[in-house]
Nanobody, 121 residues
Framework: QVQLVESGGGLVQTGGSLRLSCAAS????????MEWYRQSPGKQRVLVAS???????NYADFVQGRFTISLDNAKQVMYLQMNSLKPEDTANYYC???????????????WGQGTQVTLPS
């Protein structure tokens, strides 16, 4: 049983900053990677950024240079620092994690419920 809980979303002004958090809890042996996705109404859910437990990061082109993803392995919390926010960043942001829950277990994927980020258009 794994739970992912996002927090930190809200209303923010264009050009402003916001930090999202995703806390993982439950039966977790190892977090292999965690990712942030986002989805706007009528659009597909898309990958925003990813981070591995070793610290390797990847970013979508549309957030490159503006967002920073990080993972605190000890606390099992992933963060997304969002700077220079634009109206097009308005979306529901979802946490995803690839986690092993037992010895010799197969890694599986888990989703959070999302947190809304809204900017004025």
């Amino acid at each position: 049983q794994v739970q992912l809980v996002e927090s930190g979303g809200g209303l923010v002004q264009t050009g402003g900053s916001l930090r999202l958090s995703c806390a993982a809890s439950g039966t977790i042996l190892r977090i292999h990677s965690m990712e942030w996705y986002r989805q706007s109404p009528g659009k597909q859910r898309v990958l925003v950024a990813s981070v591995t437990s070793s610290g390797r990061t990847n970013y979508a082109d549309f957030v490159q240079g503006r967002f920073t993803i990080s993972l605190d392995n000890a606390k099992q919390v992933m963060y997304l620092q969002m700077n220079s926010l634009k109206p097009e960043d308005t979306a529901n942001y979802y946490c995803h994690a690839v986690i092993t829950t037992s010895l010799m277990g197969i890694p599986g994927g888990y989703w959070g419920q999302g947190t809304q980020v809204t900017l004025p258009s």
